[in-house]
């Protein structure tokens, strides 16, 4: 089975062959489930989305492609949220295969009280430079309205548009949290995300462009869902887990300069 994740129409997600899905009472093979129904893209995916055309809207030059980035965005209200600290202790690193796996004294997903844990972040190896890159944030979306109005020039038209476009505000559609996260050069992060099994899950990385970011997720057990390696600091993926387990985000600052991004999630 090939785990789906969305591409995006110009995505840099690379996908990851999986044997057939675990039973429920099997955790011992990948933590992924056949979906009954096809599932919705969320907040996380519109966002990964308005970030893909906003990148290439600037590489264009093209106003309304960044336009269009910001529209996108701006439907979208993602609560921002501090993340737990991580027992480096309660992971593994492979640093061969750039993948964690997680110890055998990581916690339940759950809380006796039957509450999900909250998302967990440790850092490991030490930067390289104190370089701090241009920016402390992926593009805002008043960045991106701004941009589009700069690229406008003395387009009347366009800027009309620009400018009720600004005048609608927000569509407001909540449904998920973000997470911003400045890593230094050399720097490899961790994240321990729990999800709910059977149900969909999404999230995404949005760098700021600083610099180049690697990153792969794996399940508890070290099966990988998703990766990018490549010269990208952009990640979008989903999955219906089989069970309630924990997920790991690994990100590598691969660049010279910090990045600072934002980790995502339905």
Same mark, same amino acid.
């Not at 492979?94 to 759950?110: E, H, I, W």
């Not at 620009?162 to 505000?169: H, K, Q, T, V």
């Given at each position: ?38 599932? /919705?893209?969320? =907040?996380? @995916?519109?966002? %990964?989305?308005?970030?893909? !055309?906003?990148? #290439?809207?600037? $590489?264009?030059?093209? +106003?309304? /492609?960044?336009? =269009?980035? @910001?529209?996108? %965005?701006?439907?979208?209200? !993602?609560?921002? #949220?501090?993340? $737990?600290?991580?027992? +480096? ?178």
């Amino acid at each position: 089975m090939q785990l789906r994740s969305l591409s995006l129409a110009l995505g840099t997600t690379a996908l990851a062959v999986l044997g057939p899905p675990a039973h429920a009472q099997d955790r011992s093979g990948p933590n992924v489930a056949t979906p009954t129904e096809s599932p /919705t893209p969320g =907040a996380t @995916a519109t966002m %990964a989305l308005a970030h893909e !055309l906003y990148a #290439t809207g600037l $590489a264009q030059g093209d +106003p309304v /492609t960044v336009l =269009a980035a @910001a529209r996108l %965005a701006a439907s979208v209200d !993602l609560a921002p #949220t501090n993340p $737990a600290t991580l027992n +480096p202790e309660r992971v593994t690193l492979d640093p061969d295969a750039f993948r964690m796996t997680a110890a055998l004294t990581a916690p339940a997903p759950r809380t006796d009280e039957g509450a999900i844990r909250p998302v967990a972040r440790a850092s490991f190896l030490p930067a390289l430079t104190q370089d701090e890159g241009a920016a402390d944030a992926p593009a805002s979306v008043e960045a991106m309205f701004a941009k589009a109005t700069e690229l406008a020039g003395d387009d009347e038209a366009l800027l009309d548009l620009i400018e009720d476009a600004i005048a609608e505000g927000p569509g407001g559609r909540i449904g998920g949290v973000k997470w911003l996260s400045q890593l230094p050069a050399g720097q490899t992060e961790v994240w321990e995300i729990p999800f709910h099994g059977k149900s969909h899950a999404e999230l995404a990385i949005l760098g700021d462009g600083d610099a180049n970011l690697d990153m792969v997720v794996t399940d508890e057990n070290g099966n990988v869902l998703c990766s990018d390696p490549g010269w990208s600091d952009r990640l979008y993926c989903d999955w219906t887990p089989a069970w309630d387990g924990y997920f790991y985000l690994t990100v590598q600052n691969r660049g010279t300069a910090r990045n600072s991004y934002h980790l995502l999630t339905n």
